[in-house]
């Protein structure tokens, strides 16, 4: 028969995850704790991950890039829904059956440890709330209301765990009149105007080209939990942190919402590549492709007419104000593309360089992951897969003058950590395990 868990004597005095210094050899060894973790920030800080699909993922793999300890509570047999979202797939490369790993899983994953457990069985709930007891922060996107079902919802976890930082993120809330709807990005990109905006100014409503919408929201989600882990030193108490994608979207329409505010007038619409207040600012059409021209000031489109022999626009009563371009928008931009086209984009990159104009080629991914400046950041990483080979990935962006984030280990096989948290961190033995198992409740 499987043993009911039982907290130790320390899970029941502390409630909070110890410091490293405070491990057992053993724990620290499966807490990957290095060296050089004081190049860390949120090294000796625990997560545990019960989210899936990309706003929560993508938060999670911020604060692991930044140290933390994140493991990552999978469906024992599928997973993260996202392991099944390809092609693509990084072809395995050691014998194992099946496509490979998701290009979509392994942007989002990495420095985490997958445990692949059921909590519909109450001892799936059961090692996730002794998990919760020694960790710093847990993050959701489950529906409202879901993980109440389970004993997993922030009432429950924060009797046993008053220093817990639960993050919830979902579609729309944790209250309001759609908060039980479920919300995917494209949908609120839709329902929350983003979509409204974007596209070509004659042309039908558009997604923004990536999921835009849970990546700010993972980011949001992220900035909260590492606020809430400030303010934890102070007060001593957790909290629990309602963040959903609606919310976000709307935050990050900023200048145009607030344009809306102002004026209590419906949005301009789309505007592709324009800028609906100054002109010249969009992509022009060259011999072989687009270059993207930002004459943004008077001094700027003074620079554009001299580049482009056209130094008689600077006294043009048309055009010698932004204000009057704009009023002129279509005609000048006329003008403007049918110089464009008669070169190269890279003739008009080397003839912009050093002006001072801002100017971008319009490049397509493949142009951008091999970008010498994108390289030479080293914003593309190398990183050995277990299975997958060595894989490029892209980095963590911030560069720090003394902390050293970084990605310290692919993203995981499902359940590729299942025995060593179960043993190191919720102190089951062998036997346990193999209970656990041969009733699914973990990965075979």
């Not at 042309?203 to 949001?220: E, F, H, I, N, S």
Request: contains cysteine; proline residues 5%.
């Amino acid at each position: 028969m499987f043993r009911p868990l039982k907290l130790s004597r320390r899970m029941r005095i502390c409630c909070y995850r110890p410091r490293p210094w405070k491990l057992s050899a053993a724990q620290r060894t499966a807490c990957d704790f290095s060296t050089d973790h004081k190049k860390l920030p949120l090294s000796g800080v625990r997560v545990l991950d019960l989210s899936r699909i990309l706003a929560g993922p993508y938060c999670t793999q911020i604060l692991g890039d930044l140290g933390a300890e994140i493991i990552k509570s999978e469906h024992p047999t599928r997973g993260d829904d996202t392991r099944q979202w390809g092609p693509p797939f990084s072809p395995y490369v050691d014998g194992r059956s099946g496509a490979g790993e998701s290009a979509y899983f392994l942007s989002v994953n990495r420095n985490k440890k997958s445990l692949g457990l059921s909590f519909k069985d109450k001892r799936g709930a059961d090692i996730l709330r002794k998990l919760a007891t020694t960790s710093d922060i847990v993050v959701e996107n489950y529906l409202p209301g879901t993980l109440k079902r389970y004993g997993l919802d922030y009432a429950t976890l924060k009797e046993l765990n008053p220093k817990l930082i639960y993050a919830s993120i979902t579609g729309y809330g944790q209250f309001g009149p759609y908060s039980n709807r479920a919300g995917f990005d494209v949908m609120v990109e839709a329902e929350m105007g983003l979509m409204h905006i974007t596209g070509s100014r004659d042309g039908p409503p558009v997604k923004v080209g990536c999921a835009v919408t849970d990546l700010t929201t993972g980011m949001y989600a992220a900035n909260s939990i590492l606020a809430s882990l400030l303010e934890r030193h102070i007060s001593g108490q957790g909290q629990h942190l309602d963040i959903c994608l609606s919310d976000c979207q709307v935050a990050t329409l900023s200048n145009m919402a607030q344009s809306v505010l102002v004026t209590k007038k419906p949005d301009s619409g789309r505007w592709g590549t324009s800028h609906p207040s100054v002109v010249p600012y969009r992509a022009f059409e060259t011999k072989d492709g687009n270059v993207l021209i930002g004459g943004a000031n008077d001094r700027l489109f003074g620079v554009l007419a001299k580049l482009l022999d056209r130094d008689e626009w600077v006294t043009d009563e048309r055009y010698s104000s932004n204000a009057m371009r704009v009023h002129n928008r279509d005609e000048l931009e006329r003008q403007i593309e049918s110089i464009t086209k008669t070169r190269s984009t890279q003739e008009w990159l080397d003839r912009f360089e050093g002006s001072g104009l801002p100017y971008a080629k319009v490049n397509d991914l493949l142009g951008t992951v091999n970008h010498n400046h994108v390289r030479e950041r080293d914003m593309i990483v190398t990183v050995d897969h277990s299975s997958c080979g060595s894989i490029e990935m892209i980095n963590t962006p911030v560069k720090y003058s003394r902390s050293q984030p970084s990605i310290r280990s692919p993203p995981p096989l499902l359940g590729q950590h299942t025995d060593e948290i179960l043993t190191n961190l919720v102190n089951l033995d062998e036997e346990d395990i193999e209970e656990l198992r041969k009733f699914g409740v973990i990965n075979g």
